[in-house]
């Protein structure tokens, strides 16, 4: 089975605080894309990251995938209310099928 | 923005009647997708498309089929709803070949009662 893994489930941080979210995959993965949701809202899609090692930024949120493939991890610098929502990881097979993990919600106290 | 509109946005029905979900998209994306979202479950595949009359099945696909009978246009339908569907269910579309992200449409609410 396909299965993505992300820990916490859910964090509560204080403004201004950095935050880690894992996303962790038994199988080598050929792509994985981090995607933010807003409640009640669709997906946004963040960042994708395909080879060992790469790394990627946009404003505050860096994305990294280690060099085996199969983790990756989403960081968030000095976080801010805007950041509040659900984080998603997803990844893709050979069959163009997309799956997810089961996200992280992640709340940030002003 | 990659031009998708579902609809409708919210709907309630009741156990055994049929409903059609439209997903419509205006950029003329190969693949599209249909997904369910529940509390505990995640995102999980119900049908994809990859072309006009080109679908298969995903990892959710019993009680649901789809079609697709042009580029813009994919159809998920129940055909005799039950209380387990009560779901969010949310289209997607790939802009590109492989190593391409999705893009999301921003759901339907159905409520099965």
């Known amino acids: 089975s396909q299965e993505l893994e992300q820990s916490p489930q859910s964090l509560i941080v204080q403004e201004g605080k950095n935050l880690t979210i894992n996303c962790t995959s038994s199988k080598t993965l050929y792509g994985l894309y981090w995607y933010k949701q807003k409640y009640g809202e669709g997906l946004i899609f963040l960042m994708m990251l395909q080879k060992g090692g790469e790394e990627k930024s946009h404003e505050k949120i860096t994305a990294k995938l280690d060099e085996k493939k199969q983790q990756s991890s989403l960081h968030i610098t000095a976080s801010q209310p805007s950041h509040a929502g659900i984080y998603l990881c997803g990844a893709e097979n050979t069959g163009n099928q997309f799956y997810f993990g089961t996200g992280t919600s992640l709340t940030v106290i002003p | 923005d990659a031009g998708i509109t579902q609809s409708p946005r919210h709907k309630v029905t009741e156990t055994g009647t049929p409903v059609t979900l439209r997903c419509h998209q205006t950029?003329?994306?190969?693949?599209m997708y249909w997904y369910r979202q529940d509390p505990g479950h995640g995102l999980r595949l119900i049908h994809y498309?990859?072309?006009?009359?080109?679908?298969d099945k995903g990892e959710v696909s019993d009680g649901y089929s789809v079609s697709r009978s042009k580029t813009e246009d994919f159809l998920l339908t129940l055909e005799s709803a039950t209380s387990s569907q009560t779901s969010v269910y949310f289209c997607a579309v790939r802009q590109g070949a492989n190593n391409s992200p999705l893009h999301f449409g921003n759901g339907t609410r159905l409520t099965v009662t």
């Open positions: 498309s990859y072309g006009v009359k080109d679908t």
């Open positions: 950029e003329n994306h190969r693949y």
